[in-house]
């Protein structure tokens, strides 16, 4: 039996990033989680453990820190394009560098004092390869969105297992994982990570849901009109359940007032919307 190495990388997980910027009396604060991923000529590390390839993952952390240090950070996409191209330039054997970064909010609590605000979290992944292209793919998780109405879903296939009845009037909630591609290089991702986030909750809550598929696709579709310098847009939508209480065994009735909220198990929408013309990234670029 022959074998061969299949797909690899390896890289630094969770390398939590707290930079102050205290120039004066007011600070500023960025809370990030940074990943490196790197791969290329790997086959020997791998087959005879010759390392001679192998930057050491703690090196990779050691550089997110000096990275900081050196040029401060500011968009994240910005810090994630610097650490994979420097990563790919310096190191031969590195044929291609993807560096995931979160960033978490924080508000100002006053000059030096910081809230942390538990919400969403801002999210990209850059994709550097040797042959000098980039990937910017920015996004969201854990913004959680619901309306009281506006949403329905009938009409379903349904079988001998089928016992779910037809609404015409639910609550529709939802925790936002939300990825957008850049289709070249953006000028500014600030705005654009607002504009983008802006069009998923618009569509949200604008849209009268007759599935959380068609939301879904509103919501990329949005984001795509919203923002030219997108080219595709991935949604994963778990379905958080909101199931209306009997309330008939007390002598009450229940017009879509009082709600059982389940967490498991749920529903999980999962899709893409992309433009018709959308350059094709040529790797799974999640
Ligand atoms: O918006 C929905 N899509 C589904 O596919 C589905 N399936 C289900 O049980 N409830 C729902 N709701």
């Known amino acids: 039996m022959t074998v061969k190495l299949g797909p690899n990388r390896y890289g630094k997980a969770d390398v939590r990033l707290v930079r102050v910027v205290r120039d004066g009396p007011v600070h ?16 020997a590390v791998h087959l005879t453990g010759d390392n001679a390839a192998v930057l050491p993952t703690d090196s990779q952390k050691n550089t997110v820190h000096a990275f900081a240090r050196k040029h401060g950070v500011g968009e994240i996409e910005e ?9 790919v330039t310096s190191q031969p054997a590195v044929h291609h560098a993807r560096v995931e970064v979160e960033e978490y909010a924080w ?11 538990g919400g969403e979290v801002r999210t990209c992944v850059v994709h550097h390869d ?35 009845k037809p ?19 953006t000028a500014d ?19 009268h849901s007759l599935s959380l598929q ?11 009109t919203s923002c030219p310098e997108i080219c595709e847009v991935r949604l994963s939508l778990p379905n958080k359940h909101h199931f209306l209480v009997d309330l008939s065994p007390f002598g009450l009735d229940n017009d879509n007032e009082v709600y059982h909220a389940a967490d498991r198990p749920y529903g999980l929408i999962e899709g893409g919307v992309l433009r018709e013309d959308a350059p094709d990234a040529g790797f799974a670029w999640e």
């Open 28 to 43: 500023h604060l960025k809370d990030l989680n940074v990943g490196t991923a790197l791969s290329g000529a790997m086959e």
């Open 79 to 87: 810090f994630a394009l610097l650490l994979a191209r420097h990563f």
């Open 107 to 117: 508000r100002r609590g006053g000059p030096h004092s910081f809230v942390r605000d």
């Open 130 to 164: 040797r042959d000098g292209r980039s990937t910017v793919v920015s996004g969201l998780k854990d913004l959680v969105l619901l309306n009281t109405t506006g949403s329905e879903f009938r009409g379903f296939a349904a079988d001998e297992y089928t016992t779910l």
């Open 167 to 185: 609404t015409r009037d639910r609550v529709l909630a939802t925790e936002v994982r939300a990825r957008w591609r850049h289709a070249g290089e």
């Open 189 to 207: 991702h600030g705005t654009s990570y607002e504009r983008a986030r802006g069009a998923l909750l618009e569509a949200f809550a604008g849209t």
């Open 214 to 224: 068609q939301t879904l696709y509103a919501m990329g579709e949005r984001v795509l």
